[in-house]
């Protein structure tokens, strides 16, 4: 269960960062920086996480990429995650009123400068919802870890159960130790939400 | 799904009966055309056998069923190219039913019909009459007996040990302690690896070729399970690997047939120490498994245990057994 824990914070971690990156990318002046931007979501978030894992671990390793199977799983996790922080992100920028970016410009902010400190903070506040979403999926999405012989919450059930050949309980246990985690997730997102709401 | 499976599986039964077929006749012409006059060895008549026991109705049939692995490397394997079943599993099949239908094991091919057998479905394809035989790497144990009955062992696997080339330090299995070693999920092998080893690190994937994927990329030290499957892992990295030879655990594989058949049971075993006894055995061995490194092996001892449920005082078989070895031209 801990190893759950650690595997969805970190990943989760990487993939706020880069998928705000990413996210800014795709709304860029720059069409490059656009283009690799849409390429990076569109490649992770339209393949399976299970054969990204096992090209990771299998294949990347045979061009010097080699990790241990928990940093892979999080590096895995973090990028394939991090394609749907990005399309959120994005979506909650566009949401901030366009009047907003046009009076930080006419102010002489430079890019960087009107998307940290006028759009972003606006932006996140509205994706708040989803972005609690993108962490339960991937809370549920680290039991994928399994496949490769990470010792998470799956594949301590699916050890145990070898073991004992008990399935109902082992394997109820695990959904009940996923509920744990992810119910008072939800809460607190939704928590989060009601603070950061704009009053109207 | 089932459907698309029998479709496919029509095709290459009717290619490998092609195959076997074509196989006969040339088999007769090279004989003649080498030899002349056949003087090294007469070929087999065949036996005959007391009405009503289960060999004498499939030569009456002229042909058996034999369910063999497709996908088992040096056992049971089709060879895309020649649409025919390969491996051990298979010429002993071939021996068996030239104990049946006379000749040697290159005329017995043309009388059995190769079915596909998993490890699921080897226990309903007896009891359902769907196959005469399973020939299967299919291990003896009490469980299984209760429902089908085994003749055999004709071969032992042993769970062994795979390192790469130059790797001099696992030497048997308490070496695996405090090492990172794969094998299959849920597998025996696992099971007794904790067992012999229970301070190993132990890395599970769900096929043998991911272990050695992790091998060959240096994330573990050594891969556990049946010397046959490991065999064939070494043969496939061209040299990279080698097995340790240090069994810990033995795997008997037997003839699968329906329970209570001890006529058959009886004759199946005289005919499995017959082979060998003759060297017929081991020739199948070297020309399968010894292909892929095993060395041939002493064979098993026959295990003619009591079946729960069998029939008893059935003598048909002992009698019939004497005949298989009369020998004279057809």
Do not use: H
């Amino acid at each position: 269960m801990r190893t759950t824990v650690v595997l969805t914070l970190t990943s989760f971690a990487a993939a706020m960062v880069v998928g705000t990156v990413v996210a800014a990318f795709r709304v860029s002046p720059v069409p490059p920086l656009r283009a690799a931007g849409a390429v990076w979501v569109q490649m992770l978030r339209n393949t399976p996480l299970t054969v990204l894992l096992l090209l990771f671990v299998f294949g990347f390793t045979k061009i010097g990429l080699q990790y241990s199977f928990e940093v892979s799983s999080v590096i895995v996790f973090g990028a394939y995650t991090s394609a749907f922080v990005a399309e959120t992100v994005r979506s909650g920028i566009n949401a901030v009123a366009r009047g907003q970016a046009e009076a930080a410009r006419a102010v002489g902010l430079t890019f960087p400068q009107i998307l940290g400190i006028v759009v972003l903070p606006q932006a996140f506040r509205t994706v708040v919802a989803p972005l609690g979403n993108i962490f339960i999926a991937l809370t549920k999405n680290t039991s994928i870890a399994a496949i490769i012989s990470v010792l998470e919450l799956t594949e301590v059930a699916d050890r145990l159960n070898n073991a004992t050949a008990r399935p109902i309980p082992v394997f109820l246990g695990a959904a009940v130790a996923y509920l744990v985690l992810t119910l008072p997730s939800g809460f607190a997102f939704g928590w989060l939400e009601r603070k950061v709401a704009i009053r109207r | 799904m089932k459907r698309s499976r029998w479709l496919l599986a029509g095709p290459a039964l009717a290619l490998a009966l092609l195959a076997g077929a074509c196989g006969d006749d040339q088999n007769p012409a090279l004989d003649n055309g080498g030899g002349g006059a056949t003087t090294t060895e007469a070929k087999k008549a065949a036996p005959k056998f007391d009405a009503g026991t289960t060999m004498d109705t499939l030569q009456k049939k002229g042909s058996i069923v034999v369910g063999v692995k497709f996908d088992q490397p040096g056992f049971g394997q089709n060879n895309p190219t020649t649409g025919k079943v390969e491996g051990f599993d298979v010429e002993i099949a071939k021996l068996i039913a030239a104990g049946i239908f006379g000749g040697d094991a290159d005329d017995a091919e043309s009388k059995i019909q190769f079915k596909e057998s998993v490890s699921k479905n080897r226990e309903p394809f007896i009891q359902n009459g769907e196959v005469d035989l399973v020939i299967a790497t299919y291990t003896i144990n009490d469980t299984r007996k209760q429902v089908v009955d085994f003749a055999g062992p004709y071969f032992v696997a042993e769970q062994d040990i795979m390192v790469k080339k130059d790797d001099n330090t696992i030497k048997s299995v308490n070496d695996l302690n405090g090492k990172k070693v794969c094998t299959a999920k849920g597998s025996t092998s696992e099971k007794n690896l904790r067992a012999k080893a229970a301070n190993a690190d132990v890395t599970l994937f769900d096929t043998y070729s991911q272990c050695a994927e992790a091998l060959t990329d240096g994330r573990v030290v050594a891969v556990t399970t049946d010397n046959t499957i490991l065999a064939g892992l070494v043969q496939a990295s061209n040299g990279a690997f080698k097995l340790v030879k240090a069994p810990f655990s033995d795997e008997p594989y037997g003839i699968g047939l329906k329970k209570g058949d001890d006529a058959f049971r009886d004759f199946l075993n005289d005919r499995l120490e017959e082979i060998f006894d003759n060297g017929e055995w081991a020739e199948a061995f070297e020309e399968t498994l010894g292909k892929i490194g095993l060395d041939t092996p002493e064979p098993p001892k026959i295990d003619r245990y009591t079946s729960a449920g069998g029939a008893t005082g059935t003598t048909g078989a002992g009698g019939s057994a004497t005949t298989t070895s009369t020998t004279a031209k057809p």
